[in-house]
């Protein structure tokens, strides 16, 4: 067998063994409760999330997840507590609790309609448990950002996102979004599952504002994880 196909397997095997890792931090509970949730466990916490089947923005997806794993497993590398982080497509709410529970002062965003169960999530897993008391708030892409989110007072040492790259069609106003909430200093952490042409199309206009560094991959998942700042940064 030649070095490079033993290379491959290899990468294959470790792929699957970290994977298999990540998965079972999930779990279903053995008991029916009036409320169904899933339960993960992540910064050595008991996470409950409930989810909404009828919509795609409040279910955990894996690239939810992965990102997870990343800030638990790289704690002292990517550093949270007393950060000022924001998730953009919070959706369940899960990688905020993360966040969260690893100390960082976290602004949990998503559409109106999501904010009932992802505000429902946050309180049920963070109340008592977190240095700093999770906020969540609307964030339409591209809207009223201005107002919403002011360049004076919005300064963010991380942007958290997963999953946020898929069939919809506001892809030029979530780059918009992750363009106006950065600072010279910012660090975008992403996760991303690739299933169109969309999600390389993306890929290649974030690259024109944005450097990005692929920091991990799990092939099994087509998952990758980014690490971005902006371009042109004074110390650059």
Known sequence: MDPETQKEIREGDNDRQVVAEIMARSFIPTLITTVSW???HFAGHEIRITEAKDCYGAVVWPSALVLCYFLE???KQYNMVDKNVIEIGAGTGL??????LLGARVTATDLPELLGNLQYNISRNTKMKCKHLPQVKELSWGVALDRNFPRS???????LAADVVYAHPFLEELLITFDHLCRETTII?????FRLEKENKFVD???????LE???SYPSLNIKLYKAMKKNRRSA
């Open 95 to 100: 990688v905020s609790i993360v966040a969260s």
């Open 38 to 40: 899933e339960g993960f």
């Open 205 to 211: 206009r974030f690259m024109e504002l944005f450097d």
């Open 153 to 159: 007072s919005s300064n963010f040492d991380y942007i």
């Open 214 to 216: 692929e920091i991990s």
């Open 73 to 75: 497993t790289h704690a």
């Open 189 to 193: 952490l992403w996760a991303m599952r």
